[in-house]
């Protein structure tokens, strides 16, 4: 049974940084993609992040570009979601999510992975 634990939310002030990590258990192949989302009450889970397994590759929204650093660690099966210069509007439940497709060469951005975690809050004050 594939299981994520992630940890590392928190509370920080705007400018701030948090690290978010997610541990993976229970792949025996493991998942091509593995992708951060975030969520606010009352709003879609909004997709953060993204990285294609097997080469490394990420890909940002827009509106964590050039804050938020997506990695990954396959020996520790571990993937984790750097985040400078927060700003309140990064308040949300995040994530941590795994897929076995690829959709056009690429991870696929929507809310539709196979396998979720719990979510961890990280909550930014002015």
């Known amino acids: 049974q594939v299981q994520f634990m992630e940890s590392g939310g928190g509370s920080v002030q705007a400018g701030g940084s948090l690290t978010l990590s997610c541990s993976v258990s229970?792949?025996?192949?493991?998942?091509?993609?593995m992708g951060w989302f975030r969520q606010v009450p009352e709003k879609e889970r909004e997709w953060v992040a993204n990285?294609?397994?097997?080469?490394?590759?990420?890909r940002y929204g827009d509106s964590v570009k050039g804050r938020f650093t997506i990695s990954q660690d396959n020996d520790k099966k571990m993937v984790y979601l750097r985040m400078d210069s927060l700003k309140p509007e990064d308040t949300a439940m995040y994530y941590c999510?795994?897929?076995?497709?690829?959709?056009?060469?690429?991870?696929?951005?929507?809310?539709?992975?196979?396998?979720w975690g719990q979510g961890t809050q990280v909550t930014v004050s002015p």
């Open positions: 990285i294609y397994t097997l080469t490394g590759n990420p």
């Open positions: 229970g792949y025996n192949a493991g998942p091509k993609c």
């Open positions: 999510a795994a897929d076995l497709r690829l959709i056009g060469g690429n991870c696929p951005r929507t809310p539709d992975y196979a396998v």
